[in-house]
């Protein structure tokens, strides 16, 4: 059974910083990438930063280029979303997922690429 854990969400005020964690069990980790994505209350689910497997490509949403960095420690089977500069429009629930099939060469940034998917953490961003 493929879990998803996340941890770092929490409520910051405007210009603060956050780190959020993703913990993957029950697949090989290294072998997939992993992506972040965040749902404001009553909008679609939208994608934020993505990492291959092997680190060597990542993606960022043009709201959060500059600001947030995504990165992965593949003997901890975990990736982490370093989330800086906060702004209120980044209010949301905050999402990790693991990619639909391994060793993708560019990451993917709809939902439809990934298969699994975390329980989701709340991020506050309060001016």
């Known amino acids: 059974q493929v879990q998803l854990v996340e941890s770092g969400g929490g409520w910051v005020q405007v210009g603060g910083s956050l780190r959020l964690s993703c913990t993957v069990s029950?697949?090989?980790?290294?072998?997939?990438?992993m992506a972040w994505f965040r749902q404001a209350p009553g909008q679609e689910r939208d994608f934020v930063s993505a990492i291959t497997w092997n680190t060597y490509g990542t993606r960022y949403a043009d709201s959060v280029k500059g600001r947030f960095t995504i990165s992965r420690d593949n003997e901890r089977n975990t990736a982490f979303l370093e989330m800086n500069r906060l702004k209120p429009e980044d209010t949301a629930v905050y999402y990790c997922?693991?990619?639909?099939?391994?060793?993708?060469?560019?990451?993917?940034?709809?939902?439809?690429?990934?298969?699994?998917w975390g329980q989701g953490t709340q991020v506050t961003v309060s001016s």
């Open positions: 997922a693991s990619d639909t099939r391994p060793w993708r060469r560019s990451p993917a940034t709809a939902t439809a690429d990934y298969e699994y």
């Open positions: 029950g697949r090989t980790f290294s072998n997939y990438a």
